[in-house]
T-cell receptor, first 112, second 119 residues
């Protein structure tokens, strides 16, 4: 079993539609973060949600966290072609180095 | 806005050679990290560094690897005797990790990565 698994693995939508990506994890966490990665590029931090939070918003992004189900979702509203990228969730747990454990990512394609 | 920077953007080396990947974390950040991403695979944690010493390391980070903060701004990853399977994107990240309680910050900010190709 692996920490931070996203589904779906790939998602294709039309511009203007909403995109929902899910992440599940196995062990207890302190925080869960979502990152975006354009093809072959670096990781861009999108949003962090703490284990005692249930929902967080940032612009067109909405993240939810259900610690009882060990799952999180990332909703991108009114998607744009520029949102095309891979999206990863990453969790940190009770470790001294605050290491992040990443999921396999969801490849989102937004068609104009 | 402050950014993590990494050099070089692409490094090609022959098997068995040593490489040094360089990173400049965001100023005033306290925790530094190296991660790698083999093409098409997950981002994997290698090592974290705090207060001039390794805080945590993964199984990947064996004796082939070492990290150093040679001065107040640079953070380096050295890979000795490179192997074909070391080919990957290597990401540096930093974390302010300031404060405590509700003021704690755990966001890790990543650099653009160095693509290492071992031939």
């Amino acid at each position: 079993s692996q920490q931070g698994e996203e589904d779906p693995q790939a998602l294709s939508i039309q511009e203007g539609e909403n995109a929902t990506m899910n992440c599940s994890y196995k062990t207890s966490i302190n925080n869960l973060q979502w990152y975006r990665q354009n093809s072959g590029r670096g990781l861009v931090h999108l949003i962090l949600i703490r284990s005692n939070e249930r929902e967080k918003h940032s612009g067109r992004l909405r993240v939810t966290l259900d610690t009882s189900k060990k799952s999180s979702s990332l909703l991108i509203t009114a998607s744009r072609a520029a949102d095309t990228a891979s999206y990863f969730c990453a969790t940190d747990g009770n470790n001294a180095g605050n290491m992040l454990t990443f999921g396999g990512g969801t490849r989102l394609m937004v068609k104009p | 806005e402050p950014e993590v920077t990494q050099t070089p953007s692409h490094q090609v080396t022959q098997m068995g050679q040593e490489v040094i990947l360089r990173c400049v974390p965001i100023s005033n950040h306290l925790y530094f990290y190296w991660y790698r991403q083999i093409l098409g695979q997950k981002v994997e944690f290698l090592v974290s560094f705090y207060n001039n010493e390794i805080s945590e390391k993964s199984e990947i980070f064996d004796d082939q690897f070492s990290v150093e903060r040679p001065d107040g701004s640079n953070f380096t990853l050295k890979i000795r005797s490179t192997k074909l399977e070391d080919s990957a994107m290597y990401f540096c990240a930093s974390n302010p990790l300031w404060g405590g309680g509700t003021l704690s910050s755990y966001e890790q900010y990543f650099g653009p990565g160095t693509r290492l190709t071992v031939t």
